[in-house]
């Protein structure tokens, strides 16, 4: 069989690589989302010990590379911890709790947009500080910061391409594998390639699909 | 409601010098004087959305200012209208009015549903408004809103902090209907307010506060046409050019 069949009997095998690479995504965001959230309330409204913890996690996660990163947890500290992961799980983990940092700071500015008044009007009602802030500033803040979420997506789809460095059989891994086993290294990166702009144009999309439904009517910047 | 010796300080302005005043059951106080006063402070301090430095306060029986009291829960006893409205942008109209019931009264949805319409409907907003955005109403349609998310939580006392201020003029004549047909029923109310017509009509007692004190207080048509303090004459003159204050 020539390389170019053997080739295109490979394809289907890198487009496979788009679930697992959507699948970290996904759970890189979810989990990030989860930090976030927590990280964001406890910035805005927790003591200030809370805040310094959250401040060295932040600095930590996004003052050094993925990459280090990713083998730093994978071959030091999960280990020192007496935890046996896969590199699929590593992954996730890293990618979630680098997206928390970033999602923290994109809440914590989006929390802190809405105005004051919208609290006084919550306290006034006999409302917690918690529920307030549950109840009625994190709905409005999360409404404001999809479009700084939609973002992040692009972010996290372009950090999984990395995770091949663990050998995650996402995109980047299969298609190196593709290469060596066909001895064709044009046809499939630039396939590659394509495949990771049409993931971003499809997340972006549904991104802005999201944020046109659930947009405060009538605020400018909803 | 008792309030007695009221002082807060910003940094090193004393916003507050010694506030005191007692407001029976049913009756309607207005406030009024210039801007910086200390009105807005005052009224955020009645409801402890601004922690005073000094002094106490009363309501129903209860020292709302001892550090043992659930501020919270006492809070729903007092309903507060803002000068901004303030209503929950990301919620309809009746969504606005009924969050209170069932967040903080735990109320289910439609006992919930029950109050908050019934609050709407004596404001006078109709139910075609009900299921917009705060954003699609006016502002006398917004303050009105805000006025029932206030009543439907059934307090002990209403705070109005110059409730039409931010409203175009002709706006500004339905919502003082409003708080006037409360007050009429008997709902007791503190209302910072400029209109002097209002206080006139409405109010049983009138309180003139410049610079963080009351300089003068007494009934409504006493202070406007024959008022004492120099002061007050300067405020009624300058401030709202009211014609022939003096005797």
């Not at chain 1, 944020?211 to 910047?221: F, P």
């Not at chain 2, 903080?104 to 109709?126: F, Q, S, T, W």
């Not at chain 2, 805000?146 to 409203?167: F, K, N, V």
């Given at each position: 069989?020539?390389?170019?069949?053997?080739?295109?009997?490979?394809?289907?095998?890198?487009?496979?690589?788009?679930?697992?690479?959507?699948?970290?995504?996904?759970?890189?965001?979810?989990?990030?989302?989860?930090?976030?959230?927590?990280?964001?309330?406890?910035?805005?409204?927790?003591?200030?010990?809370?805040?310094?913890?959250?401040?060295?996690?932040?600095?930590?996660?996004?003052?050094?590379?993925?990459?280090?990163?990713?083998?730093?947890?994978?071959?030091?500290?999960?280990?020192?911890?007496?935890?046996?992961?896969?590199?699929l799980?590593?992954?996730?983990?890293?990618?979630?709790?680098?997206?928390?940092a970033?999602?923290?700071?994109?809440?914590?500015?989006?929390?802190?947009?809405?105005?004051?008044?919208?609290?006084?009007a919550?306290?006034?009602?006999?409302?917690?500080?918690w529920?307030?802030?549950?109840?009625?500033?994190?709905?409005?803040?999360?409404?404001?910061?999809?479009?700084?979420?939609?973002?992040?997506?692009?972010i996290?789809?372009?950090d999984?391409?990395?995770?091949?460095?663990?050998?995650?059989m996402?995109?980047?891994?299969?298609?190196?594998?593709?290469?060596?086993?066909?001895?064709?290294?044009?046809?499939?990166?630039?396939?590659?390639?394509?495949?990771?702009?049409?993931?971003?144009?499809?997340?972006?999309?549904?991104?802005?699909t999201?944020?046109?439904?659930?947009?405060?009517?009538?605020?400018?910047?909803? | 409601?008792?309030?007695?010796?009221?002082?807060?300080?910003?940094?090193?302005?004393?916003?507050?010098?010694?506030?005191?005043?007692?407001?029976?059951?049913?009756?309607?106080?207005?406030?009024?004087?210039?801007?910086?006063?200390?009105?807005?402070?005052?009224?955020?301090?009645?409801?402890?959305?601004?922690?005073?430095?000094?002094?106490r306060?009363?309501?129903?029986?209860?020292?709302?200012?001892?550090?043992t009291?659930d501020?919270?829960?006492?809070?729903?006893?007092?309903?507060?209208?803002?000068?901004?409205?303030?209503?929950?942008?990301?919620?309809?109209?009746?969504?606005?009015?009924?969050?209170?019931?069932?967040?903080?009264?735990?109320?289910?949805?439609?006992?919930?549903?029950?109050?908050?319409?019934?609050?709407l409907?004596?404001?006078?907003?109709?139910?075609?408004?009900?299921?917009?955005?705060?954003?699609?109403?006016?502002?006398?349609q917004?303050?009105?809103?805000?006025?029932?998310?206030?009543?439907?939580?059934?307090?002990?006392?209403?705070?109005?902090?110059?409730?039409?201020?931010?409203?175009?003029?002709?706006?500004?004549?339905?919502?003082?209907?409003?708080?006037?047909?409360?007050?009429?029923?008997?709902?007791?109310?503190?209302?910072?307010?400029?209109e002097?017509?209002?206080?006139?009509?409405?109010?049983?007692?009138?309180?003139?506060?410049?610079?963080?004190?009351?300089?003068?207080?007494?009934?409504?048509?006493?202070?406007?046409?024959?008022?004492?303090?120099?002061?007050?004459?300067?405020?009624f003159?300058?401030?709202l050019?009211?014609?022939?204050?003096?005797?």
């Amino acid at each position: 069989m020539t390389n170019i069949q053997s080739l295109l009997k490979y394809l289907p095998f890198i487009f496979e690589g788009s679930l697992w690479s959507l699948g970290l995504v996904a759970a890189g965001l979810g989990l990030g989302f989860t930090i976030g959230i927590f990280m964001s309330l406890g910035e805005v409204y927790g003591p200030s010990y809370v805040r310094k913890l959250i401040e060295f996690y932040t600095w930590f996660f996004r003052g050094t590379p993925l990459l280090v990163q990713l083998f730093l947890f994978h071959w030091s500290i999960f280990p020192a911890l007496g935890l046996r992961t896969s590199p699929l799980e590593t992954s996730i983990l890293v990618l979630g709790m680098r997206s928390g940092a970033y999602q923290s700071q994109i809440f914590r500015g989006s929390i802190k947009s809405i105005e004051e008044g919208q609290m006084l009007a919550a306290k006034a009602l006999g409302m917690t500080t918690w529920q307030s802030a549950f109840h009625i500033i994190l709905p409005q803040a999360l409404r404001k910061a999809i479009p700084q979420l939609s973002n992040e997506y692009s972010i996290i789809l372009k950090d999984s391409a990395i995770c091949f460095i663990l050998g995650v059989m996402e995109i980047m891994t299969r298609t190196r594998y593709v290469t060596i086993a066909t001895g064709i290294a044009f046809i499939p990166y630039l396939i590659a390639g394509c495949l990771y702009i049409l993931l971003t144009y499809l997340g972006a999309k549904i991104f802005d699909t999201i944020h046109a439904r659930v947009k405060m009517q009538g605020l400018i910047s909803g | 409601m008792k309030v007695e010796n009221l002082r807060k300080r910003f940094g090193d302005e004393e916003v507050l010098k010694g506030i005191s005043f007692d407001v029976m059951r049913g009756e309607v106080k207005a406030i009024m004087g210039p801007s910086g006063a200390g009105k807005s402070t005052l009224l955020k301090c009645i409801d402890l959305l601004v922690k005073p430095d000094e002094g106490r306060i009363w309501l129903e029986g209860v020292e709302l200012t001892d550090p043992t009291v659930d501020v919270n829960k006492q809070r729903r006893k007092i309903g507060f209208v803002f000068q901004e409205f303030n209503l929950f942008h990301h919620l309809t109209a009746i969504e606005n009015v009924m969050i209170g019931l069932r967040k903080v009264k735990k109320l289910p949805k439609d006992k919930a549903r029950e109050l908050a319409e019934k609050a709407l409907l004596r404001v006078h907003i109709d139910e075609s408004l009900w299921n917009k955005y705060p954003a699609q109403l006016s502002g006398g349609q917004k303050q009105r809103v805000a006025i029932a998310r206030a009543l439907a939580m059934e307090p002990s006392i209403m705070l109005y902090d110059e409730p039409t201020s931010a409203l175009d003029p002709q706006l500004t004549g339905e919502v003082l209907q409003v708080i006037k047909e409360l007050a009429d029923s008997g709902m007791t109310s503190i209302i910072v307010t400029h209109e002097v017509g209002f206080a006139l009509e409405v109010a049983d007692e009138l309180m003139i506060m410049v610079g963080g004190r009351i300089i003068e207080r007494g009934r409504p048509a006493e202070v406007v046409y024959s008022p004492e303090s120099e002061s007050t004459k300067a405020f009624f003159r300058k401030v709202l050019r009211v014609e022939g204050t003096t005797r």
